[in-house]
C-alpha cells in the first residue's frame, strides 16, 4: 500500500462503522495520511480500542438507524473540529439469510433501517454544513449486490441499490457545491460482516467473481481514499467497483 503524504491534512472525517473493518481501516488510512478522524460505531468497547489505536479525535456511540442519535453525534463532532470535511458511510448489517417468502419482517426492516436509512440520516446531519463551506466528500459503502440482487439476501441488496439511488440524487443536488458525493460497490471480501452469513452464502459471492478470490479490505479502502481526496474533483452521483471482474457496469 502506497502512503500518500500529507494528502488529507488539515481534513477531518466522520467515519461510520468506524470501530472495525472497513471504516476502521479507511481511519488508519486518512490519518496516516494527514487526516483527523471521528468515529461513530454502535459497539462502545471496540470504539474505545480504535480510538486509542488510530488517535481520533473524537468518538461518538451511535445508532445510526436512530436520527436522534445520528443529529446528537453531528452537532458533536461540529463542535470537535474547525469543519467536517469528509463523511464515509461505512455502517452496515447483512441480515437473514433466507428466500423472500420467509423473510422475517423485522429482520427487513432492520437492514433497511440500519444501511439506507441510517446512510440518509448522516448525509442529511452533516451534508449542508459542507455545501456551507464549499467543500466536502462523501462516500457511501454499497455493495454489488446492490446492482446484481443476491438470492437469500433480499433485504441486502434492496438497501444497497437505495443506496446507490440516494447517492445519485445527493450527488446531483451538490454538484455545484464542492461536495462531491460517491458510492462503492464492492464484491464479498474479508470483513466482520462474513461472520453474519453462512459459508455457503460466502461460497456464492466467491463463485461469482471472476478472478476467483475475495478481495481485501485495502483494495476497497485505497478506492475510498482517492474518492474522499482533491484528486477526485469531477466524479460526482457515481459508483465506483472493487468487485474482481464481477460487475462491469
Not at 444497497?160 to 450527488?171: D, I, M, Q
Request: net charge negative.
Amino acid at each position: 500500500m502506497t502512503i500518500f503524504a500529507g494528502r488529507f491534512a488539515g481534513r477531518t472525517a466522520v467515519i461510520t462503522g468506524g470501530a472495525s473493518g472497513l471504516g476502521l481501516d479507511v481511519a488508519r488510512r486518512l490519518v496516516a495520511e494527514g487526516g483527523a478522524v471521528i468515529l461513530w460505531d454502535f459497539d462502545e468497547a471496540a470504539l474505545a480500542k480504535a480510538k486509542a489505536e488510530v488517535g481520533a479525535i473524537a468518538t461518538a456511540v451511535v445508532d445510526v438507524a436512530s436520527w436522534p442519535d445520528v443529529e446528537a453525534a453531528a452537532a458533536a463532532a461540529k463542535a470537535a473540529a474547525p469543519a467536517i470535511d469528509i463523511l464515509v458511510n461505512s455502517a452496515g448489517i447483512t441480515g437473514p439469510t433466507t428466500p423472500v417468502a420467509d423473510f422475517p419482517l423485522e429482520g427487513w426492516h432492520k437492514v433497511i433501517d440500519v444501511n439506507l436509512s441510517g446512510t440518509f440520516h448522516c448525509c442529511r446531519a452533516l451534508a449542508g454544513a459542507m455545501a456551507a463551506s464549499g467543500y466536502g466528500r462523501i462516500v457511501n459503502v454499497a455493495s454489488v449486490a446492490g446492482k446484481e440482487g443476491n438470492p437469500n439476501a433480499s433485504a441486502y441488496s434492496a438497501s444497497k441499490a437505495g443506496v446507490l439511488a440516494l447517492t445519485k440524487s445527493l450527488g446531483k443536488e451538490l454538484a455545484t457545491s464542492g461536495v462531491l458525493v460517491n458510492a462503492v460497490t464492492p464484491a464479498v471480501f474479508d470483513s466482520p460482516l462474513l461472520a453474519q452469513m453462512p459459508q455457503s452464502q460466502v461460497d456464492f459471492m466467491r463463485s461469482r467473481i471472476p478472478m476467483g478470490r475475495l478481495g481485501r479490505t485495502e483494495e476497497t479502502t485505497a478506492m475510498i481514499c482517492f474518492l474522499l481526496s482533491e484528486e477526485c474533483s469531477f466524479s460526482t452521483a457515481a459508483t465506483f467497483d472493487t468487485s474482481g471482474g464481477r460487475t462491469t457496469y
